[in-house]
């Protein structure tokens, strides 16, 4: 190859040292990127930006419309194929989308069974989804929603961020959409896949967020931050960095008496990185987690271990437990043919 | 959830900021972690350690091996499955495998039709690869090899280290063994793949070696490192950043000069994150991938863009081109079932 240096980037250009153009074209260059390496699966519209199914509208089926801020990929956009999301609206990096992208992509893959929203519970996107949804019903449109609120970080409710349990209740809504039930039983599952799970994080590092070039908090060399958000909110517990099987029984331990998991509950575990962690780790929580579940008797019925709701570059991992009925379990199952999550086609 | 601190990590134990229990038990507790997370897909042996197809030996078929250093997955161990490799041998970290590993792996999983081994083009593996072949030669065995040495960085093809065009030739073998071929015609579509793949990588930081606790090089704040191979190797020029339209241009120019890619050849190119690059940068790597193909009427036939080969923690990215005939068109597109590769199935 070439010996030629590579030119040096235009001053002022460069604020961060990522594979990127600019800061400012980093959502808009890898929308384009995305579009090309799936043409068959996604179509990708933009401006308003919004990634929908190739083959929306389907007749006769509810769409399960997603979205939030990007940084978190493969979420949101990752997950539009064949038995998962109908379409996403990724907004600009940690930012809800707008209503218009909401409105737009519901337009394109809404027929007349209607649209479930799949809503993580931070307030931007609760009020986004909200106004868009005023629009649709005044317009006649048939309209769910389900919000998503299971880190356990938060004391209330409430306050609970949306973390792991987005992918699950995304597959879950997916799967009874693709079958042809309506849209009271797409909600009511997507509901219950929602009460039924628990996610916990633990960062490592923070995530360095392109527009500021700098880490969205900080920790020492020996120091993890317990419930942290996926948008680099600080966690509500500063600890010291302990041997894995240590802080799996405490995580373990928290998402069960939260969740009232107990001896002979059936579940899924999603042990997701949250962007910088090696897959090795990932494994390493993972098989700590089986221990956890075989000492307590949990069942532990299927798992997906990877990086599948990212912070950015950050650092650490969640776990999320979802406990299982056969309902639950079989449309986990159901073939899905996404990005980011395939099997059964 | 609880507010008690966990527990300090035993004095000396804690060496690298990782989610491990130790440095020396992370390749084993990984392995423990991955065997439960694929039951149904792969068995993972102990002592010696490797990773072999549930369904393994498959009568009639040629037994694709491969094997290398731990701290580069999801290879070798997340390409077991239908349609890919038989077995793979896991090393310790950035440490060839055995011999004693190749031969159990081989042992358990090959038929009268033969082995063929797919090694990387490092000195460890060559010679713990051919100590295997010899003993299995004396024994009988119908044994090929193919060396990958893709990596352009080096400019003696003889010292060319394997690089991203190692996934591709594992597929495309796994694809032609899955049909019933014979060995020496497995060798020659692998062996063809090999010839027609180049690949570069660009590293923005270093790897953490766990049982180093120490990065394996140093970047400053805007230099990168063009041409590092996936074991932390320094590479052949360091470069300020650029945008990555720039760096793509150089990087692609020089792959398709030393592969002779020319006006009209189809082409499949791997975007491969390193461990720590966020996804949004692999589509925009690929987005200015797919932008340099159209400029040059190369024709992009099919793409992966993801974390396929890495290096731990490292950020930055390699790109892989393989000049595509028919054949190795549809031996690509063949329907394979791996922890990390699935379509078709």
Redesign the interface.
């Known amino acids: 190859?070439?010996?030629?240096?590579?030119?040096?980037?235009?001053p002022g250009?460069?604020q961060v040292?990522?594979?990127?153009?600019?800061a400012d074209t980093?959502?808009s260059?890898?929308?384009?990127?995305?579009a090309?390496?799936y043409p068959g699966m996604v179509r990708v519209m933009r401006d308003p930006d919004y990634v929908v199914r190739a083959d929306a509208p389907l007749p006769q089926r509810v769409a399960i419309i997603s979205g939030g801020g990007?940084?978190h990929?493969?979420m949101h956009v990752?997950y539009v194929g064949r038995g998962m999301l109908t379409a996403a609206c990724p907004g600009a990096i940690f930012t809800s989308p707008t209503p218009d992208q909401i409105l737009a992509a519901t337009r394109v893959s809404a027929s007349q069974a209607g649209v479930l929203y799949i809503i993580k519970n931070y307030a931007g996107d609760r009020m986004n989804f909200e106004i868009a949804i005023e629009t649709l019903l005044t317009e006649g449109m048939s309209v769910a929603s389900v919000v998503v609120a299971d880190d356990?970080?938060s004391p209330s409710r409430d306050l609970r961020r949306g973390a792991g349990a987005t992918i699950i209740v995304e597959k879950i809504a997916g799967a009874a959409a693709e079958m042809g039930v309506s849209l009271a039983e797409c909600a009511e599952v997507a509901r219950r896949a929602e009460r039924q799970s628990r996610s916990?994080g633990?960062a490592?590092?923070a995530c360095t967020i392109p527009a500021l070039a700098r880490s969205s908090f900080h920790l020492g060399?020996?120091e993890?931050e317990?419930?942290i958000g996926i948008h680099g909110e600080v966690g509500?517990?500063r600890?010291?960095?302990?041997?894995?099987?240590?802080?799996v029984d405490?995580l373990c331990?928290?998402?069960a008496?939260?969740l009232g998991l107990r001896e002979g509950d059936r579940t899924l575990a999603l042990i997701n990185g949250l962007?910088?962690?090696?897959?090795?780790?990932?494994?390493?929580?993972?098989?700590?987690v089986?221990r956890w579940c075989a000492t307590r008797r949990v069942v532990?019925e299927r798992?997906l271990?990877g990086?599948y709701m990212?912070s950015?570059?950050m650092?650490?991992?969640t776990i999320t437990f979802t406990r299982l009925d056969d309902e639950l379990l079989q449309l986990w199952d159901a073939p899905v043919c996404t990005p980011a999550l395939?099997?059964g086609?």
């Open positions: 190859m070439s010996d030629t240096v590579v030119a040096q980037m235009a250009s460069a040292k990522m594979l990127i153009n600019a980093v959502v260059d890898a929308l384009e990127g995305f090309q390496a990007s940084g990929e493969p990752g356990i970080a916990v633990v490592l590092s060399d020996d993890i317990i419930g509500r517990q600890a010291t960095l302990a041997p894995v099987a240590q802080l405490h331990g928290a998402l008496d939260d962007g910088a962690t090696t897959r090795m780790e990932l494994y390493i929580v993972f098989c700590e089986a532990l798992s271990v990086n990212t950015l570059d650092a650490g991992c395939r099997w086609v």
